[in-house]
């Protein structure tokens, strides 16, 4: 006998058995909700629901950002919506630090009116400061991949990109691959000086990859050829800008340029990179904080990274439950070839690399 053979065949006994069972459940008493704690390190534990979480945020009434440039990931529009939806404020501060300089300006500022909640970091920073970060895991915490978050749940990707080539069709090819950059009449461009701007070195080190294997001098070499060259220039002058694909395509969609701006990935050398956030410990406003992140995680917040080009963390459990932007993703720029995401190690080695022969092979 099949499987639907016995369900059809099922006897009214069980049916009724079944259906006071089910009367009985519906009887029990609600379990009461946690006692209100903006602090906890999950939902669950600390606000029960989303509704209590909404509350305890609105009543705060304010979020203090830090690190988030309007241009950048969509993070204009993410902020408006949030602030609309919840009726929260949120004031942004230094929208253009650095990773590390949020974390200096968390410590300066402690105790201020601009004491910033939250994070935006690279995966090395977090890292390095995740005894400052308070633990809370997202209620879409399972969606996040292992690599891409901390277990204890201090810091956690929302989005990522692929490393790319952003270049003017009308002046120069489509390059195949970053050796392809030194080609006479390119002028390349990085988004600032890889010692100090974390896409920069990404940057150096995508045009690094051999076979999937980062090597930091095999990317400097390229850009002493460049230099030499006179082919580095300006990313608002230059004909070609290696930068995350979120950026070059935020460009080719809208920004200067747009109408000849292209994006391309060169195949076996995908750089990939995460972007994590946190909660600062020690947060004036923890309850709007933990709220930010169930925004940015939501499928809500998710489409609204993958509507400005960067990939949400999320986004393979998404599309398996039909929730992600089909229209948008559709949008992202082709990457043929395994990711290769770079281990703090390997960070730190090539970092040291720069260090020493940035300055004296580039300049």
């Known amino acids: 006998m099949t499987l639907r053979a016995c369900v059809v065949t099922i006897s009214s006994a069980a049916v009724l058995l079944a259906a006071a069972s089910a009367c009985s459940r519906q009887r029990t008493p609600d379990r009461p909700p946690p006692p209100l704690n903006p602090r906890a390190a999950s939902l669950a534990d600390g606000f029960g629901t989303m509704d209590r979480l909404v509350d305890a945020a ?32 949120v004031t942004s501060v230094m929208p253009e630090a650095s990773s590390r300089q949020e974390i200096d300006a968390a410590a300066r500022l402690r105790g201020t009116a ?30 996040i991949p292992d690599e891409a978050k901390d277990q204890d749940g201090r810091w956690y990707a929302a989005y990522g990109g692929y490393m790319s080539i952003g270049y003017d069709p009308r002046k120069v090819p489509a390059p195949a691959s970053y ?24 940057g150096v080190m995508a045009a690094s990859l051999g076979q999937g294997l980062p090597d930091a001098a095999r990317g400097v070499n390229l850009f002493a050829r460049l ?90 459990a998404m599309q398996t ?14 990457a043929s070839g395994d990711p290769v995401i770079l281990t703090i190690p390997e960070q730190d080695k090539a970092k040291a690399y720069l260090a020493t022969h940035w300055a004296k092979d580039v300049g």
């Open 179 to 202: 050796a392809a950059l030194a080609r006479p009449g390119t002028t390349v461009a990085l988004p600032g000086d890889p010692r100090q701007v974390a896409s920069a070195f990404s």
């Open 114 to 143: 601009q004491a910033p909640d939250v994070f935006d970091v690279t995966l090395e920073v977090a890292v390095a400061n995740s005894r400052l970060f308070a633990p809370y895991r997202v209620t879409g915490w399972a969606d």
């Open 321 to 334: 439950r039909g929730a992600l932007d089909g229209d948008a993703a559709a949008r992202l720029p082709e």
């Open 227 to 316: 230099r030499k060259g006179g082919m580095l220039g300006r990313p608002d002058q230059a004909t070609t800008v290696v930068d995350w694909d979120f950026m070059n395509a935020a460009r080719a969609a809208g920004g200067r340029g747009a109408a000849a701006w292209r994006v391309t990935i060169p195949k076996n050398a995908v750089l990939a990179s995460y972007y994590m956030q946190a909660i600062d410990a020690a947060a004036p406003h923890p309850a709007a904080a933990r709220l930010w992140e169930e925004f940015l995680l939501s499928d809500e917040g998710q489409n609204l990274f993958l509507k400005a080009y960067a990939r949400p963390s999320r986004m393979e």
């Open 58 to 89: 609105r009543k705060e009434g304010a979020l203090t950002v830090v690190g988030l440039p309007g241009g950048w990931v969509g993070y204009k529009e993410i902020i408006a919506r949030f602030s609309d939806k919840y009726g929260i404020k």
